[in-house]
């Protein structure tokens, strides 16, 4: 199964609506990496309003790609993480700290459009 | 409420069909959503726990009713190499296989009762339980 990635200018988005198995997680990194390589993206947006479970796996995948986006000169932020799964990742010990994230998808473009200005 | 089902654990896949089998039972016995996500949770990290470090397993489920409460226990089992320290693994943050090292320390928070049987070159038993309030 693969996570569709859209272009929007110099952005990419990404909303995952699927119960999110390792290897779909893995192969969502990788897919994610290439596109920012090849569409010279700056910003990512991915959302997660329909993701009711992060375990502590997806936990690293989400956070990994951040920081590897990072690298490669791309800002990635999270959006729309559901009340439940917030409760459920501190629960965990997971904290996210260096993510950026916002309430939805609206919001995560404001924050990319003002930390790419900065 | 009186059942028992299992998920056996043998590919990666598995780990979702097991989380999501939970939730679906979860919701039956009238957990409401934050309890489901973290009952989903604590059985894609002990099913993944089975995948990763004994290859295969099962994970149970039972509906628990007593005269004034309800709750699910959950109980996985493997054959694997076994755990030599346990309360190494319950530490926050160790990990022998690059992850978080949020497994099993995070279980114990999200569920109300915890308990692991573990014994080397024969298996792991790991036993939770959570109630609804």
């Given at each position: 199964m693969r996570i569709p990635i859209l272009k929007l200018h110099n952005y990419l988005l990404i909303s995952i609506q699927i119960d999110l198995d390792d290897q779909t997680a893995i192969q969502f990194q990788e897919d994610l990496l290439s596109k920012i390589h090849e569409s010279g993206a700056t910003g990512v947006v991915i959302d997660l309003t329909s993701v009711d479970i992060i375990d502590s796996f997806i936990a690293k995948v989400l956070g990994d790609v951040v920081t590897m986006s990072d690298l490669m000169g791309a800002k990635v932020v999270l959006t729309g993480i559901q009340p439940a799964v917030a409760m459920t990742l501190i629960d965990l010990g997971i904290h996210l700290q260096d993510v950026p994230t916002a309430l939805d998808l609206e919001q995560g473009l404001i924050k990319l459009r003002q930390e790419l200005e900065e | 409420m009186d059942f028992q089902s299992c998920v056996n654990i043998k590919k990666e896949w598995d780990i979702v069909g097991a989380r999501q089998l939970g939730r679906d039972i979860s919701r039956k016995i009238g957990f409401g959503t934050v309890d489901q996500a973290r009952i989903a949770t604590t059985i894609s990290e002990l099913a993944r726990n089975i995948y990763l470090y004994a290859g295969t397993g099962k994970v149970c489920f039972e509906a628990l009713e007593d005269m004034n409460k309800k709750g699910i226990r959950i109980v996985a089992t493997d054959d694997g190499?076994?755990?030599?320290?346990i309360s190494q693994v319950m530490?926050?943050?160790?990990?022998?296989?690059?992850?978080?090292?949020?497994g099993l320390p995070g279980v114990k928070r999200l569920m109300d009762s915890f308990d692991i049987v573990s014994t080397e070159e024969e298996g792991t038993e790991i036993s939770v339980v959570k109630w609804l309030r």
């Open positions: - | 190499p076994g755990i030599q320290d530490e926050d943050g160790f990990t022998t296989s690059g992850g978080l090292g949020a």
